[in-house]
């Protein structure tokens, strides 16, 4: 009791059975048809690990690939027990930051000469499905990304995107995708962050009044 549970771990990431079998043992029966999307998808991360291995050094790769895709084992042991140390390990944990991230390039991006508003929503929305597809639909990853898509619906019809509303969206489509995770502190954590940044923004604005109105930026 208490300690961590294992067989609860590989449930949530739908592994129920384990076995031990012998290289020699296995026999290809047949092929299943790939996904042409996702082939694409994780061609393209395959590509941008490859860039940045080629463009810096081990560490640095390494690191640069945690923030940005979550892949924390080309970390370096050493910086690894830095990081827990100082508190700041959760800086490779893809979340809503990333996601933000990604956002802006699109809106950018959107922004080029001929770009309309709608592009832009097209092009975030694309953008944020693939990000999310990148990084293997994480529970944070994956409740910000469906909360952008919300606001950008909003944007769509020219209506006031409810902060409170994409949460509970998010909350509901993960939880009938996924109802384990609901046992995995990843999801709940990532709830509980997102709502207390909603619910504080407005107090934290009142406090922050004081200050130049370059803030908000």
């Given at each position: 009791p208490g300690e961590f549970d294992y067989r609860a771990y590989l449930a949530r990431r739908g592994v129920f059975t384990r076995m031990s079998v012998e290289p020699a043992d296995v026999r290809l029966l047949g092929h299943r048809p790939k996904n042409l999307i996702l082939e694409w998808v994780y061609g393209v991360k395959t590509r941008a690990l490859a860039v940045i291995e080629s463009a810096l050094p081990a560490r640095e790769a390494g690191t640069l690939a945690?923030?940005?895709?979550?892949?924390?084992?080309?970390?370096?042991?050493?910086?690894?027990?830095?990081?827990?140390?100082?508190?700041?390990y959760h800086v490779f944990a893809v979340s809503g930051q990333q996601v933000g991230f990604v956002l802006f390039l699109a809106l950018v991006l959107a922004r080029l000469p001929g770009g309309a508003p709608a592009l832009q929503l097209a092009l975030g929305g694309l953008l944020i499905l693939f990000y999310m597809v990148l990084t293997g639909f994480t529970p944070s990853v994956t409740r910000a990304g469906i909360m952008t898509l919300v606001g950008l619906?909003?944007?769509?019809?020219?209506?006031?995107?409810?902060?409170?509303?994409?949460?509970?969206?998010?909350?509901?489509?993960?939880?009938?995708?996924?109802?384990?995770?609901?046992?995995?502190?990843?999801?709940?954590?990532?709830?509980?962050?997102?709502?207390?940044?909603?619910?504080?923004?407005?107090?934290?604005?009142a406090m922050a009044s004081v200050l130049p109105p370059w803030r908000k930026y």
């Open positions: 945690a923030v940005l895709f979550g892949d924390q084992e080309r970390l370096d042991e050493e910086d690894v027990e830095v990081y827990r140390t100082l508190g700041t619906g909003a944007m769509v019809r020219e209506e006031e995107a409810d902060p409170y509303t994409a949460l509970a969206a998010a909350t509901l489509v993960i939880l009938l995708w996924r109802p384990y995770e609901l046992l995995g502190p990843g999801l709940l954590l990532s709830l509980a962050a997102a709502w207390g940044i909603i619910y504080l923004n407005p107090t934290l604005e």
